[in-house]
């Protein structure tokens, strides 16, 4: 009996991550690497057993839970319905158009320090820095899912006297929702990175001031654990995003 390719996707990845896992706990054991610069999941996981206890530990994940959910749904709330009406009137987009594609070839991170000069080291900033990583591919999408609905639907519902109301709710805006998920897929995992490296730049509290903490103590153990968490948080996030753009997708069909 075949194995479904949901199932065989999942199980090719359990392995690969065994087997790097094992090759990581192995190599330094057998003298290949230095523990000291490398560590060992062995290690780490004994490291997790001191962090997760702590107060500190869960102050510093909500902190940057929060500087995250903050400055994503910013993102969500403004990307989405702008990059919605961008795409339906072409005007606003040529307007429009200069400054968002200048901001996204821009590197957000490069914005920071004038974030940080504007609203001071607290959440503010990285709130800040989450808004602007997270809301530029959520509009970019938006738009190109909007641009890129069938004209033909459009005609057809025009045909029957259709609203242009009635044309956007019920049919550009159904047409459209692909890409604007894909759009909160990509800012999930760039919303994620401006606030751990804006809290690692300069800041009192968060996973992101811990991972330059442990850095600059040469505590590998440490270090790598806020790595991995930060890892698995962005995976799952993206993860759950993208289960959605696949049912999206194959409702679509």
Known sequence: MPIPSSKYRVLVSTI????????????PRAGMVDPTFTSQPSRVFAASLVIVPSGDFLHDVSVSLS????????????????????????????????PIMAIYATPHLALLPIFIVWLGIGMQSKIAVAFVGGVIPILVNSMAGVR??????????????????????????????????MGIRLGVSRAVLGVVVAEMY??????????????????????????????????????AVRALEEKLWTAGK
């Open 148 to 181: 890129g609905v069938e004209r033909s639907w459009v005609t057809a519902a025009r045909s029957f006297c259709a609203r242009e109301w009635d044309v956007f709710v019920k049919v550009i805006l159904p047409a459209s929702l692909p890409g604007v998920v």
């Open 202 to 239: 300069q800041s009192q509290a968060g996973v992101g001031n811990k991972i330059m903490l442990y850095g600059s103590e040469f505590r590998t153990d440490y270090l790598l654990f806020n790595v991995l968490l930060v890892s698995v948080f962005g995976f799952t996030a993206t993860w």
């Open 16 to 27: 690969a991550v065994l087997v790097f896992l094992g090759i990581w706990e192995i190599a």
């Open 67 to 98: 500087e995250f959910a903050i400055g994503f749904a910013l993102a969500v709330g403004f990307g989405v319905p702008l990059g919605l009406l961008l795409g339906r009137f072409p005007v606003l987009r040529y307007l429009l158009d200069p």
